[in-house]
């Protein structure tokens, strides 16, 4: 079973940028199917982003252009970063694993972007 954990996250300006974190235990990363999804206040868990073990990535449409996905194998992390912040962004961010029936999730971050 492999265990995430987020970190990264805090209050930015809009306009601004973060980079998120999210670091796994356990063995066999590269054959992960690793995702970033978040939940805003009074809303539902929507995806933000996922790569699967190939590095294929796909978006939500409301982050295209923004967000960028990737990993490092050799690190157990993948990474969120944030660009062109902007307060509808605001959101406790989750990372996600999965492998087969292994489904894992972090505690999650918190972003706030605020003047």
């Known amino acids: 079973q492999v265990q995430v954990v987020e970190s990264g996250g805090g209050l930015v300006q809009p306009g601004g940028s973060l980079r998120l974190s999210c670091a796994a235990s356990?063995?066999?990363?590269?054959?992960?199917?690793l995702a970033w999804y978040r939940q805003g206040p009074g809303k539902q868990r929507e995806l933000v982003a996922r790569?699967?073990?190939?590095?294929?990535?796909a978006y939500a449409d409301s982050v295209k252009g923004r967000f960028t996905i990737s990993r490092d194998n050799a690190k157990n992390t993948v990474y969120l970063q944030m660009n062109s912040l902007k307060p509808e962004d605001t959101a406790v961010y989750y990372c996600?694993?999965?492998?087969?029936?292994?489904?894992?999730w972090g505690p999650g971050t918190q972003v706030t972007v605020s003047s």
């Open positions: 996600n694993a999965q492998w087969g029936t292994i489904d894992s």
């Open positions: 356990g063995s066999i990363f590269s054959n992960y199917a």
């Open positions: 790569i699967n073990s190939g590095s294929r990535t």
